[in-house]
């Protein structure tokens, strides 16, 4: 049966509820955030809480807090360390200190310059198996002593529990205090501060469920059985059961959960059983460029140096014509089907037999940028780049010679020939180069030596389809499994120039909560392609009327609307974790079908109903082409075909509330 809407983005018909209006008393509250990649690039959550630092740090300035794990090499390279100026902060800080835990603090540098608390987990490690017993007391829930990133979690939860706890004592009734926890990592923090009554508003938000990541990578048809799964059995069978409990527990422990799109909504409401409070889409910070040839020109600039890299990475065997290639990207956290990758290669091997088919002169290079267990760049592709950088200089040493030598001769009014030009040492210096061009195996498909070679799946699937990089292939496959950096001595980007350098972008998800990458390809001026099954999906296929030829509203509402999401969200736990103090009028959802952007006017009717679904058209349909085409009539086949919004809200019909799922 339908779900009845939670407060989101669908909720919007052009007017927005009336606490929008509502501005939070930031001068007498103290916000923080606290999250696993705080300073700590693992996935997509470092994206969300950096993304929107710089909007939070102009809203609420000095009263604005991020929390997070102290890693020396982060600490060093991203954070300037400094003391804290609010004293009630220095003076909880001391108190870990002063009982043997080590906490950091100082200005992230990014955008912003948020203010970070980061906790050594290391140097409470000691303190585990008593918080371990405290976790069971209070919830009766165990932490094996095999599952290194739960006992980390548990530190550091218990880390800025006991935190918060020496900060609240100090500041009373005044400010109050909201603090904003990220995923089940950061869960144990939440349930203690509210096991032991701390005096704080929480804010719970999963951005993705950890059973449903789980299930989805496990090739369970998800969607369609999500009623049906027996949530205990399946978190058990994958020795996950103790992380989905802290999950949970967080979750019905905050004033308010929130989750980043509908899809991932409508997930937590069965895996989780609680209806988010609110729906948060991921905002991007969003850089306004005066003009469309600035979009034009960082692209052909940065396309320049990926060609640099495939000339280097490729060397022996470039054989094709740069200028008629295509640059491709996957990226993401490595999670093989949850991400598509493998439907993903699937395509690129049938793309392959095509152009080879139709002998097509169009090379399309696809890379593929995903984390894996490496143990260092692999010998041939750093042989690759010194190769490429020789040829260079050999080139500009001849170059040099050559002009000069044409410079003198055109002065005493000569037309030179190449015989004077360039002597026997200058062929000599450039037969040399050739030679040292040839090679005798193939191209690596991997930049890396994997720790994992013979079962990691993106390699054997790659052996399973052939697509080695041989000459006669059209496509080629570049597999980097480390996030991209503009020190890095073999590609040297930062994602943001690689991304403006390529062609497309590939986002195929079976299971992407809401998927940051398609925006930011939207924003960085590059098309894309992504799944109904993302949250970002889900929203272009809501809000747009056709979302395959009007992408450029895909990061703009988001990012307008994030921050309204945000203030009623604090203000609903500040309402309920402080009623005395703090009012928000309840609002009834709106019974709309939301916004929607029109169809741009240059664009022609979508070729889903306008064409044949066939590439083999019958003698009857050729004879068929004179049929006068309407523009209006198909327009409207494609708003007829163009699916209900998805919604949400209670649980469905005949499920229990469970035991101790009490409101907040």
Same mark, same amino acid.
């Given at each position: 049966?339908?779900?009845?809407?939670?407060?989101?983005?669908?909720?919007?018909?052009?007017?927005?509820?009336?606490?929008?209006?509502?501005?939070?008393?930031?001068?007498?509250?103290?916000?923080?955030?606290?999250? /696993?990649?705080?300073?700590?690039?693992?996935?997509?959550?470092?994206?969300?809480?950096?993304?929107?630092?710089?909007?939070?740090?102009?809203? /609420?300035?000095?009263?604005?807090?991020?929390?997070?794990?102290?890693?020396?090499?982060?600490?060093?390279?991203?954070? @300037?360390?400094?003391?804290?100026?609010?004293?009630?902060?220095?003076?909880?800080?001391?108190?870990?200190?002063?009982?043997?835990?080590?906490?950091?603090?100082?200005?992230?540098?990014?955008?912003?310059?948020?203010?970070?608390?980061?906790?050594?987990?290391?140097?409470?490690?000691?303190?585990?198996?008593?918080?371990?017993?405290?976790?069971? *007391?209070?919830?009766?829930?165990?932490?094996?002593?095999?599952?290194?990133? #739960?006992?980390?979690?548990?530190? %550091?939860? &218990?880390?800025?529990?006991?935190?918060?706890?020496?900060?609240?004592?100090?500041?009373?009734?005044?400010?109050?205090?909201?603090?904003?926890?990220?995923?089940?990592?950061?869960?144990?923090?939440?349930?203690?501060?509210?096991?032991?009554?701390?005096?704080?508003?929480?804010?719970?938000?999963?951005?993705?469920?950890?059973?449903?990541?789980?299930?989805?990578?496990?090739?369970?048809?998800?969607?369609?059985?999500?009623?049906?799964?027996?949530?205990?059995?399946?978190?058990?069978?994958?020795?996950?059961?103790?992380?989905?409990?802290?999950?949970?527990?967080?979750?019905?422990?905050?004033?308010?959960?929130?989750?980043? &799109?509908?899809?991932?909504?409508?997930?937590?409401?069965?895996?989780?059983?609680?209806?988010?409070?609110?729906?948060? +889409?991921?905002?991007?910070?969003?850089?306004?460029?005066?003009?469309? !040839?600035?979009?034009?020109?960082?692209?052909?600039?940065?396309?320049?140096?990926?060609?640099?890299?495939?000339?280097?990475?490729?060397?022996?065997?470039?054989?094709?014509?740069?200028?008629?290639? %295509?640059?491709?990207?996957? #990226?993401?956290?490595?999670?093989?089907?949850?991400?598509?990758?493998?439907?993903?290669? *699937?395509?690129?091997?049938?793309?392959?037999?095509?152009?080879?088919?139709?002998?097509?002169?169009?090379?399309?290079?696809?890379?593929?940028?995903?984390?894996?267990?490496?143990?260092?760049?692999?010998?041939?592709?750093?042989?690759?780049?010194?190769?490429?950088?020789?040829?260079?200089?050999?080139?500009?040493?001849?170059? @040099?010679?050559?002009?000069?030598?044409?410079?003198?001769?055109?002065?005493?009014?000569?037309?030179?020939?190449?015989?004077?030009?360039?002597?026997?040492?200058?062929?000599?210096?450039?037969?040399?180069?050739?030679?040292?061009?040839?090679?005798?195996?193939?191209?690596?498909?991997?930049?890396?030596?994997?720790?994992?070679?013979?079962?990691?799946?993106?390699?054997?699937?790659?052996?399973?389809?052939?697509?080695?990089?041989?000459?006669?292939?059209?496509?080629?496959?570049?597999?980097?499994? @480390?996030?991209?950096?503009?020190?890095?001595?073999?590609?040297?980007?930062?994602?943001?120039?690689?991304?403006?350098?390529?062609?497309?972008?590939?986002?195929?998800?079976?299971? @992407?909560?809401?998927?940051?990458?398609?925006?930011?390809?939207?924003?960085?001026?590059? +098309?894309?392609?992504?799944?109904?099954?993302?949250?970002?999906?889900?929203?272009?296929? *809501?809000?747009?009327?056709?979302?395959?030829?009007?992408?450029?509203?895909?990061?703009? !509402?988001? #990012?307008?609307?994030?921050?309204?999401?945000?203030? !009623?969200?604090?203000?609903?736990?500040?309402?309920?974790?402080?009623?005395?103090?703090?009012?928000?009028?309840?609002?009834?959802?709106?019974?709309?079908?939301?916004?929607?952007?029109?169809?741009?006017?240059?664009?022609?009717?979508?070729?889903?109903?306008?064409?044949?679904?066939?590439?083999?058209?019958?003698?009857?349909?050729?004879?068929?082409?004179?049929?006068?085409?309407?523009?209006? *009539?198909?327009?409207?086949?494609?708003?007829?075909?163009?699916?209900?919004?998805?919604?949400?809200?209670?649980?469905?019909?005949?499920?229990?509330?469970?035991?101790?799922? &009490?409101?907040?």
């Amino acid at each position: 049966m339908p779900l009845s809407r939670s407060l989101s983005m669908t909720s919007l018909s052009g007017v927005l509820p009336s606490w929008e209006e509502d501005e939070l008393p930031v001068e007498d509250l103290l916000l923080f955030e606290v999250a /696993w990649e705080v300073t700590n690039k693992v996935g997509g959550i470092y994206t969300v809480i950096q993304t929107k630092a710089k909007i939070t740090v102009d809203e /609420w300035g000095e009263n604005y807090f991020m929390l997070g794990p102290y890693f020396e090499h982060n600490f060093k390279t991203q954070v @300037e360390a400094c003391e804290p100026s609010f004293p009630p902060i220095k003076k909880a800080m001391d108190a870990l200190i002063q009982n043997g835990c080590q906490v950091y603090f100082g200005r992230w540098l990014i955008e912003g310059s948020p203010y970070v608390i980061l906790f050594d987990i290391g140097s409470a490690a000691w303190n585990l198996d008593h918080w371990k017993g405290d976790l069971w *007391e209070t919830c009766n829930i165990g932490l094996p002593y095999q599952d290194r990133e #739960a006992n980390d979690s548990l530190i %550091l939860g &218990s880390l800025i529990a006991w935190f918060f706890k020496e900060l609240t004592d100090q500041l009373g009734d005044k400010p109050n205090v909201i603090a904003h926890f990220h995923e089940w990592q950061a869960g144990p923090g939440l349930i203690l501060c509210r096991s032991r009554k701390i005096r704080m508003a929480t804010v719970f938000t999963t951005h993705a469920t950890l059973l449903g990541r789980y299930l989805c990578a496990g090739n369970v048809d998800f969607y369609n059985n999500l009623d049906k799964f027996n949530i205990d059995k399946e978190a058990g069978e994958r020795q996950i059961y103790h992380r989905y409990c802290l999950e949970r527990a967080a979750v019905h422990c905050s004033h308010v959960f929130t989750t980043v &799109s509908q899809i991932t909504a409508v997930e937590a409401n069965h895996i989780l059983h609680r209806n988010p409070d609110v729906v948060t +889409p991921n905002g991007l910070n969003v850089k306004k460029f005066s003009a469309m !040839h600035e979009f034009q020109n960082l692209h052909s600039i940065n396309k320049a140096r990926i060609q640099e890299f495939v000339r280097g990475h490729f060397y022996g065997h470039l054989d094709f014509n740069l200028d008629k290639t %295509l640059f491709f990207f996957i #990226a993401g956290r490595y999670e093989f089907s949850n991400k598509g990758a493998d439907m993903f290669l *699937e395509s690129l091997s049938r793309l392959n037999y095509l152009l080879r088919l139709h002998r097509n002169d169009v090379t399309v290079v696809v890379f593929f940028i995903m984390p894996a267990k490496t143990n260092n760049f692999n010998v041939e592709s750093l042989k690759g780049q010194a190769v490429r950088k020789q040829l260079w200089d050999t080139a500009h040493t001849v170059k @040099e010679k050559f002009g000069k030598r044409l410079y003198d001769a055109l002065l005493i009014g000569k037309i030179p020939d190449m015989d004077s030009i360039l002597d026997r040492d200058d062929f000599t210096i450039m037969k040399r180069a050739i030679y040292a061009t040839q090679r005798h195996s193939l191209p690596p498909v991997t930049t890396h030596n994997m720790l994992d070679d013979s079962s990691d799946p993106i390699l054997a699937n790659i052996r399973r389809i052939g697509l080695f990089n041989s000459r006669n292939d059209r496509v080629k496959v570049i597999f980097h499994p @480390e996030f991209l950096s503009s020190t890095s001595p073999l590609l040297p980007l930062d994602y943001e120039d690689f991304v403006r350098g390529c062609n497309l972008g590939v986002f195929p998800s079976y299971y @992407e909560p809401w998927g940051y990458t398609p925006g930011e390809c939207t924003v960085m001026g590059i +098309p894309s392609v992504t799944t109904n099954l993302s949250g970002f999906g889900c929203f272009m296929e *809501e809000h747009v009327t056709d979302p395959a030829a009007y992408v450029t509203a895909s990061a703009h !509402h988001p #990012a307008q609307q994030s921050r309204e999401f945000y203030i !009623h969200a604090r203000l609903l736990a500040l309402s309920r974790a402080f009623p005395d103090k703090f009012k928000v009028d309840p609002v009834a959802p709106l019974k709309t079908e939301g916004f929607r952007y029109p169809r741009p006017y240059s664009v022609p009717p979508s070729p889903s109903v306008s064409v044949h679904s066939t590439p083999h058209h019958s003698d009857v349909e050729d004879d068929d082409d004179d049929e006068p085409y309407d523009e209006d *009539e198909e327009a409207e086949k494609d708003r007829l075909n163009i699916k209900a919004p998805f919604v949400l809200g209670a649980a469905p019909e005949g499920k229990k509330k469970q035991p101790g799922e &009490s409101g907040n």
